[in-house]
Nanobody, 126 residues
Framework: QVTFVESGGGSVQAGGSLRLSCVVS????????VGWFRQAPGKPIEGVAG???????KYTDSVKGRFTISKDNAKNMLTLEMNSLKPDDSGMYYC????????????????????WGQGELVTVSS
């Protein structure tokens, strides 16, 4: 059974920073894409960032240059550093796994995902 322990959500003003962390257990962490998607109220899910099995980081266009994703294979930990946050970044952020190369994650195709956590709430005020 895959389990996710997510942390780091919160409320910040526009321009601020937050760091999300996720520890994934019960999954072959090094042979999959791991990353984050988000969902704002009343909107479909949106892929944010992922790291594929070769360690390549991939981002959706709206967060490039502001967000940085990294993973520690020894600790099965995934981290998302979010800087220069905007109100449009607000929503629930979910740590997720995908057996592909992150295409499903980044295109917001939930059927392509294997599993995801409970989510962390991020609120950015203007």
């Amino acid at each position: 059974q895959v389990t996710f322990v997510e942390s780091g959500g919160g409320s910040v003003q526009a321009g601020g920073s937050l760091r999300l962390s996720c520890v994934v257990s019960g999954y072959r962490y090094t042979v999959a894409c791991v990353g984050w998607f988000r969902q704002a109220p009343g909107k479909p899910i949106e892929g944010v960032a992922g790291i594929d099995r070769e360690g390549t980081a991939k981002y959706t266009d709206s967060v490039k240059g502001r967000f940085t994703i990294s993973k520690d294979n020894a600790k099965n930990m995934l981290t998302l550093e979010m800087n220069s946050l905007k109100p449009d970044d607000s929503g629930m952020y979910y740590c997720a796994t995908e057996r592909g190369w992150c295409q499903g994650l980044l295109t917001g195709t939930q059927d392509a995902l294997d599993a995801w956590g409970q989510g962390e709430l991020v609120t950015v005020s203007s």
